[in-house]
């Protein structure tokens, strides 16, 4: 018997639609954040959650909990700074010849390609 042509044995009763499985009718299938973030403001008196952010941050640091600041600094860091950052760059004409001029010869050097 060949190994490599036996073919697994499906087995009845495993996996597939059952009757009542899934979300019913009509239920919403997703919470979004918008949704999260609007019921925080109005359980909040209608205080924004980045003021809540910033006044919890401010407490961690004044009451000296390192780790929580830690906590907040990571939060900040990789989930806002991230989208403050640009980089703008501003070459003269001659560094643009020159990084052309290097590019071209790293390419020719690769693919062997020797000046004429």
Do not use: C
Request: charged fraction near 30%; proline fraction near 3%; glycine fraction near 8%.
């Amino acid at each position: 018997m060949n190994m490599n042509s036996i073919e697994p044995v499906k087995k009845k009763g495993k996996g597939g639609a059952r009757p009542g499985a899934g979300r019913k009718p009509g239920v919403k299938s997703l919470v979004t954040i918008e949704s999260l973030l609007t019921s925080l403001e109005n359980k909040s008196n209608g205080k924004p959650y980045e003021e809540m952010l910033i006044e919890d941050f401010f407490k961690a640091r004044m009451g000296g909990d390192s780790q929580l600041i830690i906590k907040y600094h990571n939060l900040i860091l990789n989930k806002v700074l991230h989208t403050l950052n640009r980089v703008e760059v501003n070459d003269s004409q001659d560094v643009i010849d020159a990084k052309q001029k290097a590019f071209s010869d790293a390419l020719a050097k690769l693919i062997g390609k020797k000046d004429e």
